[in-house]
Every structure is written in C-alpha cells, then in structure tokens.
C-alpha cells in the first residue's frame, strides 16, 4: 500500500535529520526528489493527467502519514495544486507548488486583458509560498471561478513562519497572462471548495500528528520513573492519558470523514473533521507536555516538531470557530426538524 | 495502542428505505409526545410502544428467524436504534433484552431458554433487567457477593442487587452472582437466568435525582432456581459478562442521551440566531457527526464478529462528555432557568437533562473505570 511505503520513506527523511526547507536546509531538495520519484505529488492527479489514477480516499493517507512524520515539505499542498491544475485542465506543477488558503484577508481579482489576463491580488499565511516553483491561483471570474497558474517570478514572496518554522509567507501578484495559464475551474471549484479542501488535508495532517504524539507520550510514560516507578503506572497519568486517546481516536475518526469527502468537497463531513481534529489537537497538545514534563519543553526534544503542527495546523484553512459556524448555520437553516436528517445525510 | 484507534471506516450499505419506514412511523407514534418526554428516550418505558416494534421486526432485528429474528444486519438495526433515540421514542422496556440480555441468551443460553425466550422478547413482549451491581458492588463487579448455592434440583439464592433498571417492571433478571468462593473473584461467578415472579424476590423502587423511579433494589430471599436456569458454565459468569457489558456500552444510546436538546435549541434560537450561537452549536454538530461515525464504526466490527470492547469503552467516554456537556452549553446560549414543570419545552427538557447528567458518566461503567480500560489497551497497565 501506499501508505506504507510513504511511512517508510518519511520515517527516513525525519530520521536522517534533514530539516527539508528552507532551501539550502541540507538535504532539502534531495528529500523533495525522493517523493517526486515516487510521484507522490502527483497522488491526486487521475491518469489522464498524467497522475496515479489511485483511490482518492488511499491517496489522502499520504496526508496522514506526513502528519505521523511532521515531514517538512510542501507535499500536501503540491498535491491539492496539482489537483487543482489537473481538475481544470491545466499542465501539472514540474516541482512543489501551492494555492492561496482563502483567507477573509485575501484579495483577488481577474480581468481580461486582450487575448490573455491581468491577475492582482495579495494572500497571506500561504504555505510554502517561498520555495514553491508554482502557484495555483484560484479566483472568482465573471462567468465563474478559474484557475490561474503562476511560476515563480511572477509573484512576490514575504516569507513568514508558523509555529512549527514550516513558511507561511504573504504572497503579492500583479501579473498578465496568457490565455492558456488560466481556464474555468470546472470541478475544481471556487475559492471556497478549496479553501474545504485544505481544510480536509489539514485534518489528516492533524490525525496523523495527534497520532504521533500519542505514541510518543505513552512511550515516554513506560520509560520515566519517578518515586521508583514509570510515571505511566500512577493512575493520575494513565487517567490523562486515556483522554488523550479519546481525542485522537475521534480525530483520526473525522479526518477519515474528510478524505471520503474530500472528492465532493461536502461541508459537513469536512467541517466536521476540522473542528474535531483541531480541538483534539489543542487537548492533546496540552496533554502530552503536562506528562513530558520540562524535557518536552525543550527544542531538544522531538516533541515540538509535533506539537507546533498541532498549534498551527488546526488555525490554517479556517479554525474551529470559522467551521463551527459554518455548520451552527447549516444547523439554522436545517430548522428542528432537519437537524437529524442533516447529521444522518453526512 | 493502534486498537484504540482502530476504527475503520462504517460499512456502506443502503439504509433509506428503511431509516424513511422508521422515521414515518415515529412521526405519527410520537406526534403530540414533549421533548421533556421525548428526554427520556431509552429511559422511558412503554409496554404497548415495544409491542408495536416487535410486530413491525424492529427487536431482535439480528437473530436468527429461527428464534424469532429477522435476520437483518447490524446496520440495519443500528438504523432502528439511531432514529429511536434521535425521536426520543420511549424504548426502555425492551431496550435491555434486545441489546444485551437477548444476545446473550443467543451465544450462551441452552437450546430450551432460547426457544422459551428470544421470540417472545422479539415479538416485544418479553423485558429484561440487568442484576450486576450491588450495595457493596459498583465498579469492583468482581467482588459481587449475591450468592447461589447448589441443592436438590438447582440453586438456592440469596442476596441483593441494587439499581436494576425497571427490575419492577421486567419479567426476567439475568443475574451474575457468586457460585464460588469469595477469594476467587472472577473465577466464582455465574450468571442466571431469574423469573422475577419467582418467590421470595421482592422488589423496591428508588427514586432518582429527578424524582422518577426506574431502578430499584432487588433482594434474593432463599429463593429457589431450577438447574435449567443456569446460563453457560457454572463458574464462566466473569467471561459471559463481559461479553455483555461489550454489547451494554456500545451503542448510540451512550452519546445520544441529550440529543432531543439540540432540536429544542435550534428552535428557540430560531432563524437569527446569533454568530455566537451557531458557533457553539456547530460545534456540537461537529462533535455529534464524529461520535456517530466511531458509534456506526464500532457496529461494523461487531457484525464482522471482531471484538470491539476497547473502542465501544473509547465511544461511551467521549460520548458522556458530549451528553454532559451539552445542557450546559444551552443554558449559556438560551439563558433558561431549568423548570421540570415550565410549560416551556426548552426549560423542562433542560431541567430533565440537567438532573439525568450525572448518571452519564455512571452507568454501564464509571469514566473512570472506562478510562481504565482505555489506559490498559495503550499498554500502560
Ligand atoms: C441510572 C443508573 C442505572 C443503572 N442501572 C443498572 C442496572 O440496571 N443494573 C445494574 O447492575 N447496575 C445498574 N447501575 C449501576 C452502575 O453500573 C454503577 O453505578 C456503576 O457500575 C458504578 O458503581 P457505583 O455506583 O457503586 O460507584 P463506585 O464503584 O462506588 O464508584 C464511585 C466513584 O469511585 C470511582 N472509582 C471506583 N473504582 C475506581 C478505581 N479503581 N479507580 C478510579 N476510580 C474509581 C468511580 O469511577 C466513581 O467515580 C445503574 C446506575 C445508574 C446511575
């Protein structure tokens, strides 16, 4: 399975230490060529494009995997772009690519300009932005929403970080292009199914990480003692511990919601695995450092390199608050009495 | 530690024909019933309600036909379950037998108890109460002490169970009590199959925080039992309930208990509600669709005959929390004062709910002992 060979390799690009980007990080480049051999940025492209042609709910656990990994290169993302690209018709990136999150803050326009297109805009927290070679633009149209595809060079990058030092730059466009770098966005959707979308692969990302760290908490309760017995033996712990498994269990739970989801970008599922993985995050998070103690304090430990995704992640492609508001208004609009027949339809 | 997160994706099957059938007979079963009765859902007991469900096939939904089933899937029943609880239908009378005294009897019971028992309990005619707990016996059910001591022809027993469910209305107990010595806990123990006419069980309601009596206290005063009355093994008691409590906690009656509030909320805040209020209560959807797909998940692993017992204790944790929480999160978004006798609905249903919370976290398992059980399927103990 796919998923297994992807554990594999991540395992072997976190463990060789390679911090992936920036570029110029040793190795970076190196580790980015393994996955492209293996066409993993590809995952979600079908044949005709000159994808896989895999099971999309299969492709999606290399999400996961990456989030079990805290795999420090854009991959997720490259594989949403290239979906994208490939769901409208354009050429598949040749290197890691992005798109805009769809943030309140964003700004897009679209203009015709002669035969070709004048695209402006500003984005904020893009991913990867500073190392990508392709950015998927996806902006409202006149007669619906299109897809742009920009190389580097034709946009300007203001690098940011998240918590987890994984870039989140500010991105500023204003560009002409040529017809064929633009097409209707067919079923790759508005700004808002992406935005859905990211939000899908954020929350296998998010299991994947609450995975982890669950893992390496239980395992650092077997190995401390303290009063002359693991620490996981005390009952205090144990207790703790086992609430952090409920998280995660619900949390990988949902995010399988979201990848079967995923291919009609259906809100509630995709909301649903968003809030939940986030807040299973914020829970989890608090709880692996409390039973760490100060060495999970530390840039030492690896534990960070979990716990900042965690922190982030579960802000980027909307929040639990953005998403539960998104779902309290379907529940609105669904009234008394289709409040049931909405969560059974999910 | 992968078992405590092993829940696999619920079997895809098409439900809607059925899950529309449930839900037009609930529609004019229940038109005119408040949501401060609708609450009690599986609490509430209806005699002539569970009647109705066995002659539509909606009891022993999995069984064999050959003992009165309808040999149906266990999504299928779990789509009968599901839209039970969400239409607070009142299913308590028959709600144990189909759900853990029914499959017990099924995988243990002799051939003559399963021909006396499960086509009547199917036809919905049949109630069950569950004989575990005991004034000294709550979570340690090891140390159970009601005893049965072998004499001429079968058992005489002596003892007493507390906090049986409807044991004043039931016709049967399963009973787990000491066959054995005391010391060898688990090891003497044995379950019963006890008609509740039999002499010299008397039978005494409690009343709960909310005032309504649907437990109660069970004595045992040497009362005498045929041999025939034995289920499973003599001394095998301790794997038999376990079985049972892996049935008892799995299902969605553990996170749906509160659920009629959510409607109840939707309509008092009404098309304008709040950004504040669709937050709070898109995060409760958010919550609910994720416990139904780990709940619906658990069913698919039982119908494949595995063993789910550490993700069932997993579902009823978390879906505890939820039941508990969510009245807590209407009075902050409604500002109702609880009234069990407001003739507003949202006020009584709250004040129902508010008083029930407590016994969430309770029955069928301590969050603590459950938190056990999860702690010991991560390998710490
Ligand atoms: C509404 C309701 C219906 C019920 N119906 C039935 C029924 O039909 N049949 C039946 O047999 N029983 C029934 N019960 C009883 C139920 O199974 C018990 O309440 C439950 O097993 C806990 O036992 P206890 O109440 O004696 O609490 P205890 O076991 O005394 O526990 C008290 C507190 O101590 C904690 N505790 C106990 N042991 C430990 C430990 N090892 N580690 C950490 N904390 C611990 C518990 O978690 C709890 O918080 C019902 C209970 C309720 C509330």
New binding site residues.
């Given amino acids: 399975m796919i998923e297994d060979l992807a554990d594999r390799l991540f395992a072997e690009i976190a463990i060789s230490g390679a911090p992936g980007w920036p570029p110029g990080g040793a190795g970076a480049s190196e580790s980015w060529g393994r996955l492209a051999e293996l066409g993993l940025p590809l995952a979600l492209v079908p044949e005709e494009a000159g994808g896989p042609g895999l099971d999309l709910v299969e492709a999606l656990e290399l999400v996961r995997a990456a989030g079990r990994h805290a795999l420090a290169l854009p991959l997720a993302e490259t594989m949403l772009a290239n979906h994208i690209l490939a769901e409208a018709g354009l050429p598949v990136a040749p290197g890691a690519a992005t798109i805009l999150c769809g943030g309140p803050q964003d700004q897009v326009s679209l203009r015709r300009a002669g035969s070709g297109w004048t695209l402006a805009g500003r984005a904020f927290r893009v991913p990867w932005a500073s190392v990508a070679e392709t950015l998927v633009v996806v902006a409202p149209g006149e007669a619906g929403p299109c897809v742009a595809r920009l190389e580097a060079g034709a946009f300007t990058v203001e690098p940011g970080r998240n918590l987890a030092g994984e870039p989140r730059d500010a991105v500023l466009f204003d560009t002409e292009l040529r017809a064929e770098q633009v097409r209707p966005a067919g079923r790759a959707g508005g700004p808002d199914v992406v935005r859905r979308r990211g939000a899908a692969l954020r929350s296998l990302a998010l299991a994947g990480a609450l995975e982890r760290v669950l893992a390496l908490t239980v395992a650092y309760a077997g190995e401390r003692s303290q009063f002359g017995k693991p620490i996981g033996r005390f ?1 205090a712990v144990q207790q703790s511990l086992a609430e952090m498994a409920g998280h995660v269990a619900a949390g990988a739970a949902a995010a399988g919601g979201a990848a079967e989801a995923f291919a009609g970008a259906d809100l509630l599922p995709i909301a649903a695995a968003k809030v939940r993985t986030g807040e299973a995050a914020g829970r989890a998070a608090a709880i692996a450092h409390q039973v760490h103690g100060a060495i999970g304090f530390t840039q030492e430990h690896i534990l960070h390199r979990f716990t900042g995704r965690l922190w982030s992640w579960r802000d980027e492609f909307g929040d639990e608050a953005e998403w539960s508001l998104a779902l309290g208004t379907q529940a609105v609009e669904a009234g008394p009495d289709g409040l049931w027949p909405l969560v059974t339809a999910a | 530690m992968t078992e405590v997160l092993n829940f696999p994706p619920p079997p895809a099957a098409d439900v809607r024909s059925l899950r529309a059938d449930v839900r037009a007979f609930l529609r004019d079963a229940l038109s005119g019933r408040r949501p401060r009765d609708r609450a009690r859902t599986w609490t509430g007991f209806d005699a002539e309600f569970s009647r109705e469900l066995g002659r539509r096939g909606w009891i022993g939904m999995t069984w064999p036909k050959r003992y009165g089933g309808h040999e149906r899937s266990a999504l299928e029943r779990y789509v009968v379950l599901e839209e039970m609880l969400a239409a607070g239908a009142p299913v308590a009378a028959h709600w ?1 037998s189909d759900r853990q005294s029914g499959p017990l009897l099924l995988k243990f019971g002799t051939e003559a108890q399963r021909t006396a028992i499960l086509p009547r309990i199917a036809a919905g005619e049949c109630f069950f ?5 005991e004034p000294d ?5 090891a140390a159970v002490r009601t005893r049965a001591v072998p004499v001429e022809g079968g058992f005489r027993i002596n003892g007493t ?5 409807y ?1 004043h209305r039931s016709h049967y107990m399963i009973l787990f009590c000491r066959t054995g010595s005391q010391e060898e806990r688990q090891a003497g123990t044995s379950q019963f199959l006890i008609d509740l006419a039999t002499p010299g069980i008397s039978v005494r309601p409690v009343t ?1 925080l909310s005032g309504e009596s ?2 109660n206290e069970v004595v045992f005063t040497d009362v005498f039992v045929p041999s025939s009355a034995l289920i499973g093994r003599l001394g095998g008691g301790w794997d038999q309930v376990m079985g049972e409590l892996a049935f008892e906690r799995s299902g969605p009656e553990r996170f749906l208990s509160s659920f009629v509030l959510l409607p109840e909320l939707l309509r008092s805040l009404g098309p304008e509600a709040s950004e504040r209020a669709r937050i709070a209560a898109g995060r409760l959807v958010a919550h609910l669709v994720t416990l139904r797909r780990m709940s619906r998940s658990v069913a698919g692993l039982l119908e494949r005959g595995e063993n789910p017992a550490l993700q069932a204790a997993v579902v009823k944790d978390l879906g505890a929390v939820f039941e508990q929480e969510l009245p807590e999160i209407v009075r902050g978004l409604t500002s109702t004062e609880a009234d069990l006798a407001a003739a507003d609905d949202l006020a009584s249903t709250l004040a129902h709910l508010v008083l029930n919370a407590p ?1 969430f976290s ?8 459950l938190r ?1 059980i999860i702690a010991r399927g991560l390998g710490l103990r």
Avoid: A, N, P, Y
């Fill in positions: 009952q | 144990i109460c569950i004989g575990m707990s016996v709550g979570s340690d059910l169970k507390l906090w049986t469910t044991g709960d649907h437990f016994s309770l029955r069928g398992g301590t969050r603590e002992i056990g």
